[in-house]
T-cell receptor, first 116, second 111 residues
């Protein structure tokens, strides 16, 4: 595997279910990100992890719970979601988010989530 | 916080024509300006980026220009091909080290 991988690619869940999204990066990067992509809206940054420490939480509801057990893996645990949470969830990684002059982010293919 | 406006939201061109997408931003401390291409069923992929000490950058048929005084930057695609059809996003990295994205431009290249 190369780059950033995400599983599952598609997920349908009821409002009372608990599920998890998984992301793995094979690039040796130090930072990992979760984004939400909804139709007609810009990508929304949800969480940022740098060296396995959460450094950013953009006022995301507590029904989304991230976990970063090591620098290569990132999870997003989901519980009691709402239909408006249906979206494409993208994971990304970068070498060093504080790199002077910019830091390229590499995206995975995303998980298409549908909440019924 | 940073605000990024992207225009147009949709763009249709004939194969071989040029396409231009424009973005404006509000954070004068922004210093990194990437452009991403997203094809159906895939995540965004970086196609070109520019840093604030450079006014223009070119990579084959793709070029980006930056005007820091006016706080706008543009993506130029020349000799468009059907495989250029996708959604294109501009982004900026501001003083908070976050990437702020535009809403995207759906480019359709008609053969």
């Amino acid at each position: 595997e190369t780059g950033v991988t995400q599983t599952p690619r598609h997920l349908v869940m009821g409002m009372t279910n608990k599920k998890s999204l998984k992301c793995e990066q094979h690039l040796g990067h130090n930072a990992m990100y979760w984004y939400k992509q909804s139709a007609k809206k810009p990508l929304e940054l949800m969480f940022v992890y740098s060296l396995e420490e959460r450094v950013e939480n953009n006022s995301v509801p507590s029904r989304f719970s991230p976990e970063c057990p090591n620098s290569s893996h990132l999870f997003l645990h989901l519980h009691t979601l709402q239909p408006e949470d249906s979206a494409l969830y993208l994971c990304a990684s970068s070498q060093d988010r504080f790199r002077e002059g910019g830091d390229e982010q590499f995206f995975g293919p995303g998980t298409r989530l549908t909440v019924l | 916080g940073e605000n990024v406006e992207q225009h147009p939201s949709t763009l249709s061109v004939q194969e071989g024509d040029s396409a231009v997408i424009k973005c404006t931003y509000s954070d004068s401390a922004s210093n990194y300006f990437p452009w991403y291409k997203q094809e159906l069923g895939k995540g965004p992929q970086l196609i070109i980026d520019i840093r604030s000490n450079v006014g223009e950058k070119k990579d084959q048929r793709i070029a980006v220009t930056l005007n820091k005084t006016a706080k706008h930057f543009s993506l130029h695609i020349t000799e468009t091909q059907p495989e250029d059809s996708a959604v294109y996003f501009c982004a900026t990295r501001g003083s908070n080290y976050k990437l702020t994205f535009g809403k995207g431009t759906l480019l359709t290249v008609n053969p």
